[in-house]
């Protein structure tokens, strides 16, 4: 009686461990990292206070600070802006990027005063295109129907 019982538990222990093995090879949760050469930090190679950032988890910032109190003239309200960032996501396919800009954030100083703005796109901005990297040099071509820019810059260390 003893060695059936003894042999019963020793089963259910090699089956209990068996499904714990087969249950730890299943989907990773990475699934949806982007693994590109694009993930990482742009520079502008004009000028050094503008990014794109590109995140594994698919997310994308394109930023714009400028240093000191001189801003990026806005030609619209023909005013400096010295701060500006574009959020979104974006997917890789091959060379062909999209990009889905969601939101997008102004800070500027009004009478000393700092003062954010930030602008919900519905429907979302979509621009697509494509992308070269060389070494640490990029190229991305990007455009939505009505505008296009070509967009050169180095990764950031």
Do not use: H
């Not at 699934?31 to 000028?47: F, I, K, R």
């Amino acid at each position: 009686m003893i060695k059936k019982n003894m042999f019963r538990l020793m089963v259910a222990l090699i089956a209990t461990t068996l499904c714990f093995g087969f249950a730890s090879c299943g989907s990773s949760d990475d699934d949806d990292e982007v693994t590109s050469p694009l993930v990482g930090t742009w520079e502008n190679s004009a000028n050094s206070y503008e990014k794109f950032i590109f995140s594994s988890n698919g997310s994308c910032t394109r930023q714009y600070v400028v240093p000191g109190t001189k801003g990026i003239t806005d030609p619209v309200i023909d005013d400096e802006i010295p701060e500006q960032y574009y959020y979104g996501m974006y997917t890789v396919d091959g060379n062909n990027l999209t990009v889905t800009w969601t939101k997008q954030l102004i800070r500027r100083l009004v009478n000393g005063k700092l003062i954010e703005e930030p602008i919900e796109y519905s429907p979302a901005r979509v621009e697509s295109g494509s992308f070269t990297i060389t070494g640490d040099n990029i190229v991305i071509n990007l455009g939505d129907g009505s505008s296009f820019i070509t967009w050169r810059g180095k990764k950031s260390k």
